[in-house]
């Protein structure tokens, strides 16, 4: 079963908060080589995000449609800013 992000994501996220993990089937091309299209993947709680963790955000389109992307912390900047980058992309 597909679900969209607005209705899979509170889920994921209750279920995080209380500790548990979760794992979800990851779709494109971004993390290649290390993820493939079908992969599985499995979430933990993450209260510290460090440099190289791969983590779940909510991307930043204005005007599109709410879209989430698993990448990489590529670059920290004192904690109040993380840089995140596909494995296969050259930008963040």
Excluded at 67 to 92: K, S
Aim: proline letters at 9%.
């Amino acid at each position: 079963m597909i679900l969209p992000g607005r209705e899979l994501m509170p889920v994921i996220r209750a279920a995080l908060d209380r500790g548990q993990r979760v794992r979800m089937t990851v779709t494109g091309s971004s993390m290649l080589p290390f993820l493939h299209d079908s992969d599985v993947v499995e979430l933990e709680p993450a209260p510290a995000p460090r440099l190289g963790d791969m983590v779940l955000v909510q991307a930043a389109t204005p005007g599109a449609a709410e879209c989430y992307v698993l990448h990489r912390i590529v670059r920290m900047d004192g904690g109040a800013a993380f840089f995140i980058r596909g494995d296969a992309q050259p930008h963040c």
